[in-house]
């Protein structure tokens, strides 16, 4: 029997490449899409017409909780901090009227393990601890539930695992080119990336040696497949406390990142200078919001469980080698402008 997904951020970039993925793998089962925009709706449902686009905002409660209720699986991938519909996807998994177990998998953000750095105002200088998404479990839910803020990770964790399994996916920072039908950029590298094309120079926060891990787009999406192949199987072991799912494939510190964005706009010719500068957290967060945290924080993770459990093997580009093209991409785009 064809299952039912319902997936929100479709639009966007990590929703998109959802999207793509879940289309093209599981075409037996029956996709429904929440867009807000009525242009993106109809350009999504042009791509794919097999899609059921439900045309609605994240604020309408009573609309998140109706499709997740008829849902075997959501994918609330639009948002790590929007509350009611994430208390609407819980309401509508867990209704009494349900005959088994829905399945959620949420978007998160890795910024949580910067949370001492914040706390000490210190940015920009690396850390030991590396978070090992099997090994280090309890530390990664002492994390989580010492935080208040993280209002959305903390209502997953705190579901009866009975009636809703949960998946959720603290993102590290995501790179590459998404195969999503509108919005295909992310945001840490092309941010910098621009800067340096606008500016013919870049910045890192402090000496730039605060480091977080990164995934690249279609890994990521592949992980998403393969926690839906896992829901539809009702496989157990990954879901709710066990599902903390850590993705990554590398990592590299803020200062070389910026440092290879200006070798690669000069190799490009796009600029002349190789210089960074070092700001401090403030200026930074002047220039992109939530800079100082975005780019001068750690958050080294070690992905295990999905590379034990579903047999991820994330096969994108590093990336090292990803910058020279997202930074001739970010070319393209000031062209346009
Ligand atoms: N990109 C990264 O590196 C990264 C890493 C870790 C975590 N995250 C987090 O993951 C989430 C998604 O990131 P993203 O990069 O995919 O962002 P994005 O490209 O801006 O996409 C956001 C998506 O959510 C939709 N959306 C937002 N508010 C909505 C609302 N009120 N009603 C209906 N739809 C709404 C947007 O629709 P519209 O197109 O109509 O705006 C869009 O489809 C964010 O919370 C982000 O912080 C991102």
């Not at 088994?100 to 953000?109: A, E, K, M, N, R």
């Not at 706009?265 to 190789?274: F, P, R, T």
């Amino acid at each position: 029997m064809a299952a039912k997904v319902f997936l929100t951020g479709a639009s966007g970039y990590v929703g998109g490449e959802a999207l793509y993925q879940i289309a093209k793998n599981f075409s037996q089962h029956q996709l429904k899409c929440l867009v807000r925009d009525g242009q993106k709706a109809a350009a999504i449902s042009k791509l794919y017409p097999n899609v059921e686009i439900v045309q609605g905002d994240l604020d309408d409660s009573s609309l998140i909780e109706q499709k997740a209720r008829d849902a075997d699986v959501v994918f609330h991938l639009a948002s790590t901090k929007h509350e009611s519909s994430s208390k609407a996807i819980a309401a509508g998994l867990s209704h009494a009227n349900r005959k088994s177990p829905g399945y959620w998998v949420q978007i998160s953000g890795a910024s949580m393990f910067g949370t001492p750095e914040i706390k000490a105002n210190r940015y920009g200088e690396s850390t030991d601890k590396v978070f090992d998404d099997v090994k280090d479990v309890k530390e990664i839910l002492e994390v989580i539930k010492s935080n208040p803020a993280r209002v959305v990770d903390n209502l997953v964790l705190s579901q009866d695992s009975a009636k809703v399994k949960t998946a959720l996916i603290p993102g590290p920072m995501i790179y590459g080119k998404g195969h999503g039908p509108i919005n295909s950029r992310s945001i840490q590298g092309p941010e910098l990336a621009r800067y340096a094309l606008e500016n013919g120079r870049l910045y890192m926060v402090g000496k730039g040696e605060a480091v977080w891990s990164n995934v690249h787009i279609h890994d990521l999406g592949n992980l998403f497949t393969l926690l839906l192949e896992a829901a539809l199987e009702k496989k157990e072991g990954l879901w709710n406390e066990e599902g903390i799912f850590l993705p990554e494939n590398g990592s590299m510190s803020f200062g070389d990142i910026s440092r290879q964005i200006l070798k690669a706009a000069v190799d490009q010719k796009l600029i002349s200078s190789e210089e960074v500068e070092s700001l401090q957290p403030d200026k930074v967060n002047q220039i992109m919001p939530h800079g100082a945290v975005l780019l001068g924080t750690n958050a080294k993770l070690k992905s295990s469980r999905a590379r034990r459990d579903l047999d991820w093997k994330p096969s994108g580009p590093s990336l090292a080698e990803d910058i020279p093209g997202m930074v001739q991409d970010e070319a393209e785009r000031l062209k346009q402008r």
